[in-house]
């Protein structure tokens, strides 16, 4: 039986080359999307075997449709196709996502990764486990963030008040003291000092060099 598959890119030229790929292959991608809503819905709709998602598109984007898919027990497996080279992305493999591929070596890895996710295993594309920024050890601790923690992490980074992370992200301030108060538990950092977080920050200054 072929594995069935939704492919969502908001560029029609790669959607359309990676869907005539695949169905040269024999997978049989049974509807595509061009934004992360429309995305999501198909998949809650068709449920299909696998997802192969663009990282960067409107609406809703390849990690937060993965982290839909997971809040809501759906069987699909996720593959992130995406331009970037990001650490968020990378440690949601085995926990969100179970496949992350980068553009430039798509086509050439695409169909060993689909293999790949048929045999229970996930797929890491080799450009990326190549790639010397990903063979850094970041803190351990960050693979316990949620994707949201890790984006408010990424503003107090740059300096951001909470009253500005809450406008960024359209939430209240309220809300990001509160994933700040999480962020410093998962971290494990000594709350001692108000400015904890911060400190921590400095003294990890690669987190986000993305």
């Known amino acids: 039986m072929s594995t069935t598959i939704i492919l969502a890119d908001d ?3 790669l959607l359309n080359g990676t869907k005539e790929f695949l169905e ?12 992360g809503n429309s995305a999501y819905n198909k998949i809650v709709e068709l449920k299909p075997d696998i997802a192969i998602l663009d990282f960067d598109m409107p609406k809703l984007n390849g990690l937060e449709i993965a982290q839909e898919i997971k809040r809501k027990n759906l069987a699909t497996k996720v593959v992130i196709l995406t331009l970037h080279k ?8 085995g926990e969100t996502i179970h496949g992350y591929i980068t553009k430039d070596s798509a086509l050439e890895e695409l169909e060993s990764c689909l293999e790949s996710l048929k045999n229970n295993t996930n797929y890491i594309g080799e450009k990326l486990k190549n790639n010397t920024h990903f063979k850094t050890n ?17 503003y107090l980074d740059k300096n951001l008040t909470s009253t500005q992370i809450a406008e960024e992200l359209f939430i209240s301030k309220r809300t990001v003291e509160k994933h700040r ?3 410093i538990k998962k971290l494990e950092i000594d709350t001692t000092n108000q400015n904890a977080l911060f400190i921590w920050l400095k003294n990890h200054p690669n987190t986000f060099n993305t």
């Open 24 to 35: 040269k292959k024999w997978f049989k991608v049974i509807d595509t999307a061009t934004d």
């Open 181 to 183: 108060s999480n962020i």
């Open 11 to 13: 560029h029609p030229l």
């Open 86 to 93: 990001q650490e968020a992305i990378l440690k949601q493999i």
């Open 138 to 154: 970041l803190d351990t601790n960050l693979n316990k963030l949620s994707a949201t923690e890790l984006k408010i992490l990424k």
